[in-house]
């Protein structure tokens, strides 16, 4: 990922925090020479120096077939919002776009602990399911596991980007505040509420 320095994010919490806020992401791999990609929840956890993703693709995914192969990418994606020149005061400006991704990269593994991992997954989406997920009949239960392939993944390296007009002038930022702020949209007013909170930070 392009990230200009001003726009970098490198502490580590912050991007944990993120990935955690916006764990619906997208898993990257390489099929055949081609790029193949899946939309899927993952369950983010953290032990010491540790940082490892889980999560499952369906059994009939061929995505799965590509893991322990090579380096994937893992993309979370938060809000997001077109930013009109008309909130800039210099008429010698362009439209942009600001946002929020973290990129996170490690080799896949299949895992055959697949119940501990949906167990997991049920914990950070909805706990109170796990007393209907338990009172199902075990056929049943087998049934769903076996459609399902288990993974995790240890990450090696993470990318953190916030666009959020660090670099135009505090008037600037400000507009740009306002003008998102008043968006019905949370992907939009959600820019606003973060540049607020990286301004209040910095």
């Avoid at 990935?19 to 929840?41: E, K, Q």
């Avoid at 929020?100 to 119940?115: F, L, M, T, W």
Wanted: proline share 5%.
């Amino acid at each position: 990922m392009y990230i200009p320095d001003h726009f970098r994010e490198d502490d580590r919490s912050t991007l944990v925090a993120f990935m955690r806020a916006n764990s619906f992401a997208i898993l990257v791999t390489t099929l055949d020479g081609s790029p193949i990609a899946t939309h899927l929840p993952l369950v983010v956890e953290v032990a010491g120096e540790a940082l490892v993703l889980r999560g499952h693709v369906a059994k009939a995914n061929p995505q799965w077939r590509t893991f322990a192969s090579a380096e994937a990418l893992v993309i979370f994606h938060g809000p997001h919002a077109y930013i009109s020149p008309a909130n800039y005061e210099s008429k010698h400006s362009v439209p942009t776009w600001n946002y929020i991704a973290v990129h996170a990269y490690g080799v896949p593994r299949i895992i055959e602990a697949k119940e501990a991992m949906l167990e997991a997954m049920i914990a950070q989406y909805e706990p109170a399911h796990q007393a209907q997920w338990e009172s199902q009949n075990q056929k049943y239960k087998q049934g769903m596991l076996g459609g399902i392939v288990a993974f995790e993944l240890a990450v090696t390296r993470l990318e953190g980007k916030a666009k959020l007009s660090q670099n135009r002038p505090e008037g600037d930022q400000c507009r740009v505040i306002e003008s998102l702020g008043q968006s019905d949209d949370p992907a939009v007013s959600g820019i606003a509420k973060a540049m607020l909170e990286r301004r209040t930070k910095d």
